[in-house]
């Protein structure tokens, strides 16, 4: 409806006013001068920049005191709660607050970074990457490159250090983070509260969660002096305020051409869905057997429910031939440009049909890719952990610029984070999970392939799956760290029918992974470049570019909309979770927690507890503070309405809006329900 | 693993000894003598027969009183129990017993069928359907003359008369049924109480569910004097004993091909797999948005779990390759025994290239069929009432030999009866279904092919949902009887938005229905008659046919099995229940009803509620009377258990059970938790 109404007006492009994900070294100062009379100083933006938190699990967060105090969604505190779980103690279901330092739990394997600077690389990369080379030089050529400035950097300033690659091509950034480990617990609600209205509610609004969670960052032992934070604004924003977003936002597809759509919208994207909903309905039908079952199985199928919901909204955009439309309008207007420029034809003139081209490629490969390479066929944690092995025995002998991406020197010490990780691994699960993959090879490889016949071993998916799982000792983490220290020979002579699952599938799999790469990646990152350079020429330099799960800053104001006739508020109040709830019956997931049943006449009913903005965000913006102009925080991100999923392709602002958990309210909870007197004293100090 | 120690012996046929559904006209006399010392008397079997009670909603049941107390599974009575419930009143959750024979309630669109005689018709069909006509015209002559018969034995008897083929092809018998449109519930339980332990026990024993409902048959507003019901076993079957399935097992594939089975395992399952995870993830988001929306799709999402968890059995089995081996070694001694005899040679040798080019054939058309004349792209049951009436203008006006199967003179009152039922059609169910169902028409058919351009009029598949479900007056089952009786000047002239699509894909659908027929159904037809001929031949006639939903008689022993090195019981007691809900800290679905709870002391806890035997039954089985030498009722089927679901390709008998509800349960749980005086006197008179 929203994209209906647009194109019937040639204003879209200026309404589209509070667009963008702009990255922190070239913010859109203009715009916000222009439309909001704000000019953000470097200061300002330094602060924000380096208050903000990537939770490498998955989301955004933010320091909020001086004794490192970190604050994120529940839903992406939710990996660590899991891991933390056991049958006797449930971290996700009952609420945690510690009551001294040493009361705080500490997470198994969670990384959090804090961006420090961003250095301009494209010219090392494309200095490297000439062009006489084909696309396989040009690939490997790239790969060296950028393993060897990450590991330059490393190695100079010890800090995590990242290539990004933005505009799918068009730049080549330098990331440089401060990485935390030792990240503890300091308070977590209910599940029930943190997500009020479960499923039916996710990505809808009004909304009533107090989705949250506080961590502490510990360096030494001792918790984190953040030079930055954010300072927590009691009174939080009103209707109207302009307010600022920074946090990761992590895909977002707008700079695809109409082919690549095209693939996403028919093949990508439906096999995708297949996959989410068969994994729904068998952990499902695995969490419903017993209460234990689906503590084990809940934060993996949260996750899958979030990817259904938001995969199904995209899609119903991408079906929507409105939508088509418009990005063909668009495209169509920029080739034009192109084309109507002899320089710039020549430049960048080939860009859509490489594009094509590459696309042609992937078709040829996507399902064994998918399958094999991607290890769809393999869902199993102990079967990742095998390859992981697998590979870096063959790949760590190599010189560092050689290597396949994931296991260059810069990255290998957060790889080793989460591959020794004591997390828990549950065999009954993991068996239902690789059972299930496994007869997913046979339906999409055929019964009578090779790959399946090698697999299975003359076994139904099940047995080869129970065989597995039994079978492999890489549940215990000596073991794997013995395998990691013993390289090709310790490899070779392990046994393990895990490992050597893994190896037998390594070499096809390799394969596909270097046909992926030269065929569908390196020429989309040359395409891209190209067409990069082609927005640049012809809109100039106000383009931000896609979503990389990197830093960037967004702004909007708190604003209301109309939806089938009715006005929606900016703003939801404490009061209207209990009503809600009544209306549902208390019944599950509407049925809130005893704490708040218990407290729900201490508390001002009328405090705001959620609002919208119409700040762009995606999915990886979950936790990502809110700040106003005075750079305190006012809110969290923790969702998008119904109506922002097709942001992945295209911004608007007439209803899809950004949802988050008021300042206010956080407090009133936090004060009133939940007693946390020192963390409130820590929040307002 | 059945399958393995099976392939390891020799003896498996041999073994196999309780095997078959058996038709009434062929029953396994020489067996059940020879293993049993047990000799059916023609009047037994008629007893039997006549006792037994075909749901056309899908099940099975049988005659308990002189007064047509009918008894069948609550799962099989759910399709009436939804439809007479509303938001205020909801016959699945609690309990209902009628107090009075005027508080018994009418069920909506219910018709069940008593099976009276079986003519073998196989002579004249075949008689008709000459060998020297092509597919085409084989196909046209074969349903004339079954349109013919059925409409002469209508004329002659008034009874509903159905042409059945048996054998895929093999023989064609003539079925005369007693037909019953007044059906009225009498006693159901809670739904907590019949399906206790929900899908995670579903086919799964040990098992402890009520899973019974009674309704009474009423004829001329009477209640029918059942000249044949079955008296009550109120001490019900001990371990060992002998007993007997009459029910109407749905569909087998015993006699496919390899190449058949094949195209299953790859294409077929896969496909509908896929739907119905699609369409269970789509019903439980919908479902849990709300208690009255879980109400308005229960019933359809059960039976949407309750597919998928049998189908994905079965894919287990498909996708063993020892199964494959099994069926593969069949199939290679018959073909041999054939190749051997030079005048099967001739008569049969063809048959199995025969049926590898009609799955060819199908192969081509196979998602385009599915889509179009299948109409899983319109899943609404508005559409279906849509295309009903186009299809009936465009058939009624033909003799009844030339109208499709399902528009023949002889099942026209059965068709009305469904299509102007005032069964409930919930506008906000109807659309997110089509919604969805229109978005996999994108997904498979491709967003820019003729047919999804010409089906979503350039809107999204959720627009055109909203638009087609909000336009249409079909609901009004006044309009439907005016379209109906208009026929095709009416259909022509009413504008509604759902007739207009209905009419605008007919053509495309009858071209691929017309394909299918011909290409497919017409030679699998005549391969499979020659395939029955060859086992007739090879075999001798100890050969049962295929399942048709028709009723067959199985037979075996209660008895109990090992599974994992534990010895598991033949039967379960009523106190089970109790303890299994304790330990699931009585979480849904391990909640047993009130009523349970509050009678709990009054209970004989030693009473047996389920047990099981080597009965060979599939879906469709539910519902259908256990009977004993005496011909009394000692249970009746519900399920089987999960070594069972290969039943629908290979019949074992080692772990595979048929699960039942005992008769002294039944009665132990009737008297005393729900006071059900009258109908306990009525069984027990």
């Known amino acids: ?149 990450e590991k330059e950097s490393l190695d100079k300033t010890g800090l995590r250090s990242d290539v990004v690659t933005l505009y799918n091509g068009g730049q080549y950034h330098l990331y440089r983070y401060k990485k935390y480990t030792d990240v503890r617990l300091v308070f977590a609600p209910e599940k029930a509260a943190a997500f009020f209205g479960g499923d039916p509610d ?92 689906a503590r084990r199985a809940e934060d993996e199928l949260f996750g899958i429910q979030n990817s259904r919901k938001a995969r199904i909204g995209l899609m119903e955009g991408l079906q929507d031939p409105a939508l088509f439309e418009r990005k063909q309008a668009e495209e169509k207007t920029l080739r034009q440009a192109v084309t109507n420029n002899p320089e710039w034809k020549r430049e960048y003139g080939d860009a859509w049909d490489q594009i094509s081209a590459s696309i042609g490629a992937w078709e040829g490969i996507y399902f064994d890719h998918y399958l094999v390479e991607r290890g769809t066929a393999f869902n199993s944690g102990l079967f990742q952990i095998a390859r992981d092995l697998v590979r870096l025995a063959a790949e760590l002998p190599k010189p560092n610029a050689e290597r396949l991406r994931e296991y260059s020197e810069a990255g290998l010490d957060s790889l080793k984070q989460s591959l020794f990780s004591e997390a828990p691994i549950y065999d009954d699960l993991d068996t239902v999970k690789l059972a299930d993959s496994l007869a997913m090879l046979v339906d999409l490889a055929g019964a009578n392939s090779d790959l399946v016949r090698q697999v299975l071993a003359g076994r139904s998916p099940r047995q080869r799956a129970e065989e597995l799982i039994r079978g492999t000792k890489l549940k215990d983490v000596a073991v794997r760290k013995k395998l990691f220290e013993g390289g090709q020979a310790a490899i070779d002579a392990s046994g393990d029918p895990m490992i050597e699952l893994a190896k037998s599938i390594d070499p096809a799999a390799r394969k596909l992974r270097a046909m992926y790469d030269v065929k569908v990646d390196e020429p989309q ?128 602002e007439e209803q899809a809006r950004a949802v988050s958990v008021h300042s206010a309210g956080i407090l009133e909870a936090l004060r009133k329900i939940y007693d946390a007197a020192p963390v409130v004293a820590e929040l307002t100090r």
Not at 86 to 113: G, I
Not at 269 to 281: A, C, I, Q, S
Not at 573 to 588: F, L, M, Q, T, V
């Open 1 to 149: 409806m929203i994209l209906r109404l647009c194109l019937i007006s040639i204003l879209c492009l200026s309404l589209r006013a509070d667009e963008g994900m702009w990255l922190f070294n070239d913010p859109p100062v203009a715009q916000l001068k222009a439309k909001y009379g704000f000019e953000p100083s470097p200061a300002w933006l330094e602060h924000v920049q380096k208050s903000s938190v990537r939770f490498n699990s998955g989301g955004s967060g933010s320091f909020v005191s001086a004794d490192g105090l970190v604050m994120t969604n529940h839903h992406v505190a939710a990996d660590c709660l899991a891991k933390i779980s056991t049958r006797q103690k449930n971290y996700m279901s009952s609420a945690f607050l510690a009551r001294s330092r040493a009361d705080e739990r500490k997470c198994v394997d969670l990384e959090l970074n804090v961006l420090l600077s961003i250095e301009d690389v494209t010219a090392r990369v494309n200095s490297a990457v000439t062009p006489g080379l084909d696309a396989g030089a040009a690939q490997k050529a790239r790969r060296a490159v950028t393993n060897t400035i």
């Open 525 to 652: 990152k040359q395409a891209y470049g190209k067409i990069a350079q082609a927005r640049f020429a012809v809109h100039g330099s106000s383009v931000y570019p896609d979503a990389t799960f990197t830093l960037r800053l967004a702004f909007g104001v708190a604003k209301g909309y109309r939806e089938d006739g009715r006005a929606i508020s900016w703003a939801t109040e404490i009061g209207g979770a209990y009503a809600r709830s009544a209306d549902h019956g208390n019944r599950e997931p509407f049925n809130l927690p005893k704490s708040w049943l218990d407290r729900k006449n201490r508390l001002d009913l009328k405090t705001p507890l959620n609002f919208v903005s119409t700040a762009d965000i995606i999915g990886g913006n979950s936790g990502s503070p809110v700040v106003n102009r005075a750079g305190e925080l006012v809110g969290i991100i923790f969702d998008g309405n119904i109506q922002s999923l097709v942001f992945d392709y295209l911004y608007t």
């Open 202 to 293: 996710n990505f809808e609004y009004p909304r009533y969660d107090l989705d949250i969670t506080f961590f502490r960052a510990y360096e030494d032992g001792q918790p984190v002096k953040a030079q930055h934070y954010l300072k927590w604004s009691a009174a939080g924003p009103r209707d109207g305020d302009l307010v600022f977003v920074s946090g990761h936002p992590g895909r977002t597809s707008r700079l695809q051409t109409l082919r690549h759509m095209e693939f996403v919208r028919d093949r990508q994207n439906p096999t995708v869905l297949n996959l989410l909903r068969r994994r729904e309905v068998l952990l499902k039908a695995f969490a419903d057997r017993s209460a234990e079952n």
